[in-house]
């Protein structure tokens, strides 16, 4: 089974030092995780990044940061395990687990993305209100999939891979602090965006992964592009 991993923290400026001890502690969890990884990578900072609110019918454009001080996306992993048991158990060894969170959610269809993402490919967030957040094998759910399929013929090729979240009942986040593991599950503060999908898209600049992410039907779209390393 695939979970999608999110992941958490407010940017921010690091020295050298603490640059090499973080990538460090990465370089341990790909060797640990490795295995059960089927994709992932950095984000690159907000400040880059758009959010697309109104459907696809009118999109209104909102360039980053999104919002001074608050906790932002910085990554993302996929993640092939058995169980929800082991996919928590690679949250808690995420390095930013111990200063941020990582939201899991377990995917609907396996993300298989096409080809090697780089630095030019862009991830595409789909987020709803709770009222039009549908559960997947609804009939609302249904009617909005056939839209999603009306994209993916639109978009083409520029689709490296997506698929939708699950029902935000299964969704877990996960914290690390002073050694303890702090689990919540789903659903989340009351009246927040929930994430119901994802997309990875190939874009040849900003403009035209934009263009792209306002033909997505969601209510709103964060679209951030990848930071293209290996590890986080």
Not at 37 to 62: E, Q
């Amino acid at each position: 089974m695939q979970y999608f991993a999110l992941l958490i923290d407010k940017e921010r400026d690091r020295t050298p030092e603490e640059w090499a001890a973080g990538m460090a502690a990465w370089e341990s969890f790909h060797a640990k995780a490795g295995a059960a990884i089927r994709a992932g990578d950095a984000l690159a900072p907000a400040a880059g990044g758009v959010r697309i609110t109104g459907g696809a019918d009118a999109p209104l454009i909102t360039d980053g940061p999104f919002a001074e001080s608050a906790e932002v996306a910085c990554g993302y992993y996929v993640f092939e395990v058995e169980n929800l048991d082991e996919a928590l158990a690679l949250a808690r060894d995420i390095p930013v687990a111990t200063v941020g969170a990582v939201e899991l959610w377990p995917v609907v269809h396996s993300i298989e993305p096409s080809r090697k993402l780089t630095g030019n490919d862009w991830l595409a967030l789909l987020l709803e209100p709770p009222a039009s957040a549908h559960t997947p094998g609804t009939p609302e759910w249904e009617a909005q999939a056939a839209r999603h399929g009306q994209f993916a013929t639109a978009a083409g090729d520029h689709i490296i891979s997506g698929a939708a979240l699950h029902d935000r009942s299964t969704a877990t986040t996960v914290r690390v602090r002073d050694g303890e593991t702090l689990i919540t599950d789903g659903p989340f503060a009351e009246g927040a965006e929930i994430a119901t999908g994802v997309y990875l898209l190939s874009a040849g600049d900003r403009d035209e992964a934009v263009k792209l992410a306002s033909m997505i039907p969601a209510s709103t779209v964060e679209v951030r592009q990848l930071a293209g390393v290996s590890g986080l």
